[in-house]
């Protein structure tokens, strides 16, 4: 199974960014883990603060992959043209935050991409995205 990660904006500072919110770990780090944890599966990840690359990943990998996990950021709740992305591809698509998007501000808790996603994980800090993973093998 083949499975990517595309993340948005800021999420490269994951580790140095408000760590009370977000966590003290990389998330190459993570992503380390990830990859023992789930040896069997082929595991990429992209990162990206720039819209467009965002949506051109999901372009290229939404026939192919079995798989996609979205953490689109800031995005989310901006991003019209990610949402449409999410619905014209084939490939399920699990949006994930790390976060609790609803217990923050009020403009958090729209987003663009759930209505177009095969299921959401919110709140449960980098364990989002290994929670996605095994939704997939479901």
């Known amino acids: 199974m083949k499975v990517i990660i595309i993340n948005g904006p800021n999420l490269n500072l994951l580790g140095k960014r408000e760590p009370e919110i977000y966590g003290s770990q990389t998330f190459d780090d ?13 595991l990429h990840y992209f990162q990206s603060n720039i819209e467009g690359e965002i949506i051109g990943k ?5 026939f192919d992959f079995d798989g996609i996990i979205l953490n689109a ?3 989310t709740h ?3 043209g990610i949402g449409d992305a ?3 591809v084939t490939t399920p698509v699990i949006e994930v935050h790390i ?7 009020s403009f958090r808790h729209q987003s663009y991409i759930s209505p177009n996603a095969k ?6 800090g ?7 993973i095994q939704s997939f093998s479901k």
């Open 99 to 105: 976060s609790n998007t609803f217990s923050r501000e």
């Open 78 to 80: 901006t991003s019209i």
């Open 119 to 124: 299921g959401v994980i919110i709140g449960f």
């Open 126 to 132: 980098l364990e989002s995205y290994h929670l996605a």
């Open 30 to 42: 993570y992503f380390s883990i990830l990859k023992s944890k789930f040896p069997t599966l082929e």
């Open 86 to 88: 999410v619905k014209a």
């Open 73 to 75: 950021g800031a995005y």
């Open 58 to 62: 999901i372009q290229e990998t939404g």
